[in-house]
């Protein structure tokens, strides 16, 4: 058997967890491989919205087993939190949930080392969602890092201090003197909660599954114009967030993957800093932000909205080598006369239909326009309940790709979901 990838084409919030959640049925295990609780996946069913932070997005299907990959940095107190949430809606976590030894723990010193870090950049905030996750990176290639298993290890607390030495020196060059005990001491409690699950070789367990012919989906985090290699540098996450972190998050070898679902909005949102080319500034993009409710799921954040961006779209297909699209978040593009993509950029006066070294403020967007549509179809079940617009839209993604759509989601609960 081979591992299927499910992964974000734009910059994250593409709808994830929402599609990993509709897919589960057909997999036996859902499999977290980078980031950290800088995500926030978002699923919708029995009228109940639950966001996910590090607990893969299948988890509330039974006898599905969700693996916190490896390459996963783990946040004990958030996800203990998540734990006590999800099991409070019916999931059975102790049975259901696998947490890989070697995945890196952020520590509380991680969170304030994030803030330190924001803070001293001035006007060139990354815009991090300051949960530690570059400091806990950092810490992982530096090999200082602590890991899952090491909780159970009687030198834990010797470990600990250890690294906290190390980021006090870093807080006094910085005159960085904020402290949060008692975070530390809630870090301390979740650690000895997180006990009771079952911590696991993960990479053992994924490839044993395979051999045994269990059906598996990888779930990214962020989406690949994030990625730390090729995202828009700096303004990236610090993982790699394309296929080939499936790799190392989840210790894979690349012959044995298998299909790669990119998802990816109708149209683009980013939150944070960072180049945005096909971004509005103007009514339209206030119209997404509202009919999308393009708030973060992790910090509350507006989201930053514009066109789909087809030069990125193309970048991000070709990176992660994708086999198959889903396109979300349709339905929040009903209502408009016209609707644009960006096919090109205009750079110091040349036409490129690439992403290049570096995205500039000078980078102009060239626009293909396309008819709109107007009817509400979030009750659509088929495709042909579609307007003719939208199918047009799809076709035309299609066409540019090269990649089929195989699903179009109309909504945010996991029954509006259309198989093309
Ligand atoms: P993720 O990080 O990729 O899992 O995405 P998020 O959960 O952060 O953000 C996606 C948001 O859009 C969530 O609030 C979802 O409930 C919502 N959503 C997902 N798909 C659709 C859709 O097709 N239409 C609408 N209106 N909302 C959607
Ligand atoms: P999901 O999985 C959207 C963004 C942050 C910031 C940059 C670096 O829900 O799609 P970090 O916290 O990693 O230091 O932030 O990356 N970012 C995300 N944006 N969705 C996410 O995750 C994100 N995770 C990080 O806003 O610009
Ligand atoms: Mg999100």
Same mark, same amino acid.
């Given at each position: 058997?081979?591992?299927?990838?499910?992964?974000?084409? %734009?910059?994250?919030?593409?709808?994830?967890?929402? !599609?990993? +959640?509709?897919?589960?049925?057909?997999?036996?295990?859902?499999?977290?491989?980078?980031?950290?609780?800088?995500?926030?996946?978002?699923?919708?069913?029995?009228? $109940?919205?639950?966001?996910?932070?590090?607990?893969?997005?299948?988890?509330?299907?039974?006898?599905?087993?969700?693996?916190?990959?490896?390459?996963?940095?783990?946040?004990?107190?958030?996800?203990?939190?998540?734990? $006590?949430?999800?099991?409070?809606?019916?999931?059975?976590?102790?049975?259901?949930?696998?947490?890989?030894?070697?995945?890196?723990?952020?520590?509380?010193?991680?969170?304030?080392? #994030?803030?330190?870090?924001?803070?001293?950049?001035?006007?060139?905030?990354?815009?991090?969602?300051?949960?530690?996750?570059?400091?806990?990176?950092? #810490?992982?290639?530096?090999?200082?890092?602590?890991?899952?298993?090491?909780?159970?290890?009687?030198?834990?607390?010797?470990?600990?201090?250890?690294?906290?030495?190390?980021?006090?020196?870093?807080?006094?060059?910085?005159?960085?003197?904020?402290?949060?005990?008692?975070?530390?001491? %809630?870090?301390? =409690?979740?650690?000895?909660?997180?006990?009771?699950?079952?911590?696991?070789?993960?990479?053992?367990?994924?490839?044993?599954?395979?051999?045994?012919?269990?059906?598996?989906?990888?779930?990214?985090? %962020?989406?690949?114009?994030?990625?730390? +290699?090729?995202?828009?540098?700096?303004?990236?996450?610090?993982?790699?967030?394309?296929?080939?972190?499936?790799?190392?998050?989840?210790?894979?070898?690349?012959?044995?993957?298998?299909?790669?679902?990119?998802?990816?909005?109708?149209?683009?949102?980013?939150?944070?800093?960072?180049?945005?080319?096909?971004?509005?500034?103007? /009514?339209?993009? %206030?119209?997404?932000?509202?009919?999308?409710? =393009?708030?973060?799921?992790?910090?509350?954040?507006?989201?930053?909205?514009?066109?789909?961006?087809?030069?990125?779209?193309?970048?991000?297909?070709?990176? /992660?080598?994708?086999?198959?699209?889903?396109?979300?978040?349709?339905?929040?593009?009903?209502?408009?006369?016209?609707?644009?993509?960006?096919?090109?950029?205009?750079?110091?006066?040349?036409? $490129?239909?690439?992403?290049?070294?570096? !995205?500039?403020?000078?980078?102009?967007?060239?626009?293909?326009?396309?008819?709109?549509?107007?009817?509400?179809?979030?009750?659509?079940?088929?495709?042909?309940?579609?307007?003719?617009?939208? $199918?047009?839209?799809? +076709?035309?993604?299609?066409?540019?790709?090269?990649?089929?759509?195989?699903?179009?989601?109309?909504?945010? #609960?996991?029954?509006?979901?259309?198989?093309?």
């Amino acid at each position: 058997m081979k591992i299927d990838v499910l992964l974000g084409l %734009q910059w994250g919030d593409e709808g994830k967890g929402k !599609i990993v +959640d509709v897919l589960t049925p057909v997999y036996d295990i859902i499999a977290r491989f980078q980031g950290g609780p800088n995500a926030g996946h978002t699923l919708e069913f029995n009228n $109940i919205k639950h966001v996910l932070h590090t607990i893969p997005s299948g988890i509330f299907h039974p006898d599905k087993i969700n693996v916190i990959g490896n390459g996963v940095v783990v946040d004990p107190v958030i996800l203990k939190d998540e734990i $006590i949430k999800a099991e409070k809606i019916g999931a059975d976590l102790k049975s259901n949930l696998y947490i890989s030894k070697k995945a890196q723990l952020i520590l509380p010193s991680h969170r304030l080392l #994030d803030k330190a870090f924001e803070e001293a950049k001035g006007k060139n905030k990354i815009g991090s969602t300051l949960k530690g996750i570059g400091p806990a990176y950092t #810490d992982k290639t530096s090999r200082r890092g602590l890991r899952a298993g090491d909780i159970f290890n009687y030198a834990f607390k010797e470990k600990y201090d250890c690294s906290v030495a190390h980021h006090e020196k870093i807080f006094d060059g910085y005159g960085f003197t904020e402290r949060n005990k008692d975070y530390e001491k %809630q870090w301390f =409690e979740a650690i000895e909660f997180l006990k009771m699950f079952k911590f696991i070789d993960s990479e053992k367990f994924i490839n044993d599954s395979l051999s045994e012919g269990k059906t598996i989906l990888a779930e990214g985090a %962020q989406g690949a114009l994030l990625d730390i +290699d090729f995202g828009s540098y700096p303004f990236v996450t610090s993982s790699n967030t394309t296929t080939s972190g499936v790799c190392t998050g989840l210790g894979v070898s690349p012959h044995k993957v298998g299909n790669v679902i990119g998802i990816c909005k109708a149209y683009c949102t980013r939150v944070g800093s960072g180049p945005f080319p096909s971004e509005l500034f103007d /009514n339209d993009g %206030q119209t997404l932000r509202d009919n999308g409710h =393009e708030y973060g799921s992790t910090t509350g954040r507006p989201r930053r909205c514009g066109w789909l961006d087809m030069v990125a779209l193309k970048y991000s297909i070709m990176l /992660n080598g994708v086999t198959a699209l889903v396109i979300t978040k349709a339905d929040v593009m009903s209502g408009f006369d016209k609707i644009k993509v960006a096919t090109a950029y205009k750079v110091n006066g040349e036409i $490129i239909d690439y992403v290049p070294y570096e !995205i500039t403020d000078d980078i102009e967007p060239v626009y293909t326009e396309l008819p709109g549509w107007k009817s509400d179809i979030t009750k659509c079940k088929s495709k042909s309940d579609l307007p003719a617009e939208l $199918i047009s839209y799809l +076709d035309y993604i299609e066409k540019e790709t090269g990649v089929k759509v195989d699903y179009l989601s109309v909504g945010p #609960d996991r029954t509006q979901t259309i198989k093309l």
